[in-house]
């Protein structure tokens, strides 16, 4: 028997530490699990004290040491019937189940782990039916696809191939490492243009309040017929008779209705059928376009390394790599890539024909082929790329809030001059007389 000094989180995430006796370190992890507590560090006692060591996962007396809490996509999903599952739950599940596996647990020793540590009731009924599905004889793959409005096709992919490649501990630590850049994209967005978000709704209803009942009263009051006055102001009534008539006629609000349905209409649309055409609109929009078009590629790249490294084909790799992007437009480009390499070219001259990805992503495949080292420079690129991504993202988040106050301003200064034209030309009138 070894003796082993541990570092440990109990059911409710304490921290919890000691030492255990056992046969090997995968038994100790084992009888640490049955005991409700998740193991974060581990060494042999007399080798390395937990925290001092070097990180990693080994067999034998080597500090077995991750994190257990990630940082948190992702956007927010639809649940079970006992409330939502966040992009923050899958995310925080995926990096626990990586450092469970790693720590060399099997399967369902880590489901159940996992599904003892929730404690929302969504995520808990989440992990509850997994577990009952993967002990019935379904694959991790199969039992999450039931669940496809919580886990994305992108997180289905990478789990089966995972499964197929005996490299499930690889892919879940690729899959934490993108949804939780995903999360920190989404998040510094959020952050930034909250506050212009707001002040732009506060703006337009009180613009919505001035231009229906306070402007027409001011108008009003002054002895000029409505077809005289300047072309703004008359704009700017006729926008308030409009919107005051949606609010009072009853037909008013079967324009509403009709409105509220054409968005619904085209938000379904985007989403289905002109994807496609909306990914590409987005990719030509200045700024925005570069900050995608940046972190598509470090996900291509971080992907494809991570693959690639596993043993997993080429094209097999690029069949998942292309639900990574996040950008329907480009994923085509991926399946036009894949066509060519299957019919005998290599990854370069595809990539670099299709026009849509840069020369240093280019050079780096065509090098990595040369060599037989695509992956290990593929993941050195990948962080380059991270770094131009997050580059790009601070900029547009510079510009983003600026242009939101900017449109704001335009639209109140628009106001201003509606409203003193009218009043100017009258003065202006009787001065000539």
């Given at each position: 028997?070894?003796?082993?000094?541990?570092?440990?989180?109990?059911?409710?995430?304490?921290?919890?530490?000691?030492?255990?006796?056992?046969?090997?370190?995968?038994?100790?992890?084992?009888?640490?699990?049955?005991?409700?507590?998740?193991?974060?560090?581990?060494?042999?006692?007399?080798?390395?004290?937990?925290?001092?060591?070097?990180?990693?996962?080994?067999?034998?007396?080597?500090?077995?040491?991750?994190?257990?809490?990630?940082?948190?996509?992702?956007?927010?999903?639809?649940?079970?019937?006992?409330?939502?599952?966040?992009?923050?739950?899958?995310?925080?599940?995926?990096?626990?189940?990586?450092?469970?596996?790693?720590?060399?647990?099997?399967?369902?020793?880590?489901?159940?782990?996992?599904?003892?540590?929730?404690?929302?009731?969504?995520?808990?009924?989440?992990?509850?039916?997994?577990?009952?599905?993967?002990?019935?004889?379904?694959?991790?793959?199969?039992?999450?696809?039931?669940?496809?409005?919580?886990?994305?096709?992108?997180?289905?992919?990478?789990?089966?191939?995972?499964?197929?490649?005996?490299?499930?501990?690889?892919?879940?630590?690729?899959?934490?490492?993108?949804?939780?850049?995903?999360?920190?994209?989404?998040?510094?967005?959020?952050?930034?243009?909250?506050?212009?978000?707001?002040?732009?709704?506060?703006?337009?209803?009180?613009?919505?309040?001035?231009?229906?009942?306070?402007?027409?009263?001011?108008?009003?009051?002054?002895?000029?017929?409505?077809?005289?006055?300047?072309?703004?102001?008359?704009?700017?009534?006729g926008a308030g008779d409009f919107v005051k008539g949606m609010i009072t006629q009853p037909q008013g609000w079967i324009v509403v209705a009709a409105i509220v349905a054409a968005i619904v209409y085209g938000i379904r649309w985007l989403h289905t059928e002109g994807r496609v055409h909306w990914d590409a609109f987005k990719l030509r929009i200045p700024i925005l376009g570069s900050v995608l078009r940046t972190i598509a590629v470090g996900r291509f790249s971080r992907t494809l390394g991570a693959l690639t490294k596993g043993g997993v084909t080429i094209l097999e790799a690029l069949a998942v790599v292309r639900d990574t992007l996040g950008n329907e437009f480009l994923a085509l480009q991926i399946d036009e890539v894949a066509e060519q390499v299957k019919r005998g070219a290599s990854l370069a001259k595809p990539l670099e024909k299709s026009g849509y990805f840069p020369p240093l992503l280019v050079q780096i495949v065509a090098v990595g082929e040369q060599t037989g080292k695509l992956d290990e420079l593929l993941l050195h690129a990948a962080e380059t790329f991270d770094t131009e991504s997050d580059a790009a993202i601070t900029r547009f988040m510079s510009v983003f809030p600026a242009i939101l106050i900017l449109l704001l301003a335009v639209v109140i200064g628009f106001i201003i001059v509606a409203t003193l034209l009218p009043m100017v030309v009258t003065q202006l009138g009787a001065v000539g007389r």
């Open positions: 028997m070894t003796e082993f000094a541990y570092k440990a989180m109990d059911r409710h995430g304490a921290g919890v530490s000691g030492t255990i006796e056992a046969v090997d370190r995968k038994s100790a992890v084992a009888v640490l699990a049955e005991k409700g507590r998740f193991v974060t560090e581990m060494a042999q006692k007399g080798l390395h004290a937990p925290g001092s060591g070097p990180v990693g996962v080994e067999s034998k007396g080597r500090l077995a040491r991750a994190s257990v809490v990630g940082p948190i996509k992702a956007p927010t999903f639809m649940g079970l019937r006992s409330g939502r599952v966040t992009g923050k739950d899958v995310v925080a599940m995926t990096t626990q189940l990586s450092t469970a596996l790693r720590a060399g647990l099997p399967m369902m020793a880590c489901l159940q782990l996992l599904r003892d540590q929730r404690k929302k009731p969504a995520t808990r009924a989440l992990m509850d039916d997994l577990v009952k599905s993967v002990s019935s004889g379904m694959s991790l793959s199969e039992a999450m696809a039931r669940h496809d409005r919580i886990f994305s096709p992108l997180y289905l992919s990478m789990i089966r191939v995972g499964e197929t490649g005996g490299m499930l501990e690889q892919t879940s630590t690729q899959l934490s490492q993108i949804l939780s850049r995903d999360e920190k994209v989404k998040t510094s967005i959020k952050n930034a243009s909250a506050y212009p978000i707001l002040v732009l709704c506060l703006g337009l209803v009180s613009v919505t309040v001035i231009v229906t009942w306070i402007l027409p009263t001011v108008m009003s009051t002054m002895d000029v017929d409505r077809a005289a006055m300047p072309l703004p102001t008359r704009i700017l009534l």
